[in-house]
């Protein structure tokens, strides 16, 4: 056992290696294929072979095949394996030494607390856009809603301002925004977090006061979308269309019935939805 406690750290010590499992558990409990997983981490394709390569011998990620790509995904039992370890033979199983991480209170929202939810994309111009004020909406009071991005445009694209608009969205206070503004002492706290685009979620993240619940709800970005002017807007209703669905599955959650690793499933659940569902 002590042979796999020091390999896993050992593997873990490595930089890049460390911001490889990292960007794994950013995406977890997707597949992420090794092109992607190396064009975030800006190494060469062989390099981050042999750093995934490391992490599979000890347990901490594994690969999957599907079709002729080979994906890989964070390994959790390994991971809860060398905490277990470490917290049950450092720390005797004592709980005022290794006192739990995070307070497992409900999350319930309400209209006397709405709880603060932040979707975040790379230029915040598109769909993240799109799900603050979809959720604005949907949550009816119960929810409060933001978005960000991690490089903001400098507004957000007509076309998605003119959509809401259509469907009766309020517009008059959208704007893009950087993620910063959410990690100061002054910024509300935040309850979830969804990254909806595989961009920002390979991305690192500020630390979030509090430790807010997270999922990946990535969808094709209808900015890049081609071809005539009907079929970019068609791309940009359907982007709408998946986000309502995702986001009135998240408001109709019977919060008061789930635990926070319930929670947690159903949230993953809802970002693998597709954009027809």
């Not at 400098?154 to 925004?177: D, F, I, Q, W």
Request: proline residues 8%; glycine residues 6%; charged residues 25%.
């Amino acid at each position: 056992m002590e042979i796999e406690i020091t390999s896993q750290l050992s593997a873990l010590a490595h930089p890049n290696r460390l911001a490889l499992f990292r960007l794994l558990m950013r995406r977890y409990p997707d597949a992420v294929p090794a092109g992607e997983i190396a064009a975030a981490l800006a190494q060469k394709a062989n390099t981050v072979s042999s750093y995934l390569s490391t992490l599979s011998a000890v347990g901490l990620i594994r690969a999957e095949r599907q079709g002729t790509s080979l994906l890989y995904r964070a390994q959790l039992d390994g991971l809860r394996n060398l905490f277990d370890d470490l917290l049950s033979d450092c720390c005797q199983n004592r709980p005022d030494i290794c006192p739990p991480t995070v307070a497992q209170t409900p999350l319930l929202p309400g209209n006397d607390r709405p709880l603060n939810v932040l979707f975040i994309c790379t230029g915040n111009s598109a769909r993240s856009i799109m799900a603050e004020a979809i959720l604005q909406r949907e949550g009816d009071g119960r929810f409060r809603a933001y978005s960000a991005g991690s490089r903001p445009s400098p507004a957000p694209r007509p076309e998605v301002l003119s959509l809401l608009r259509a469907n009766g969205h309020e517009t008059g206070g959208l704007r893009s925004k950087d993620l910063s503004e959410f990690s100061g002492d002054d910024a509300p706290p935040m309850d979830f977090i969804f990254t909806v685009c595989d961009h920002a979620a390979n991305e690192d993240c500020p630390a979030w006061p509090g430790q807010p619940m997270s999922a990946h709800w990535g969808l094709p970005d209808p900015v890049k979308a081609k071809g005539r002017e009907a079929e970019r807007r068609l791309a940009y209703q359907q982007t709408y269309d998946a986000l309502r669905n995702r986001i009135r599955s998240f408001s109709a959650l019977p919060y008061e019935t789930l635990d926070r690793i319930s929670l947690q499933h159903r949230l993953d659940d809802i970002g693998r939805h597709t954009p027809s569902e």
